[in-house]
């Protein structure tokens, strides 16, 4: 079974361009990166940029209208996401809590 994780950062709604994590922040994500990757369910992953980056495009009336970020009516945003392969969605919540 498929599951996406989805990694939604307290306050990266509101981050500046070219935001990243610190040292340790990263440093935990590549070791769990790794213990998925080791365990063989990791499918894929990504990090997202933050909204201030951003474009939403709409079509109203058929024509494409583009907004550029940040959104004020953002509440929570993607920082990123992890795509796994486990047995059951009791799996994938044990991977989420890890």
Known sequence: MRFMMLMIPKGYENAVPGTMPTAEQVAAMMKYNEALKQAGVLIT???LHPPSMGARVT???GKPMVTDGPFAEAKEVLG???MIDVESR???IAWAWS
Do not use: K, M, P
Request: charged share 15%; net charge negative; hydrophobic share 40%.
């Open 59 to 61: 079509f109203s009336g």
């Open 80 to 82: 990123g996401y992890w």
């Open 45 to 47: 992953l990504e990090g």
């Open 90 to 92: 009791a799996e994938a």
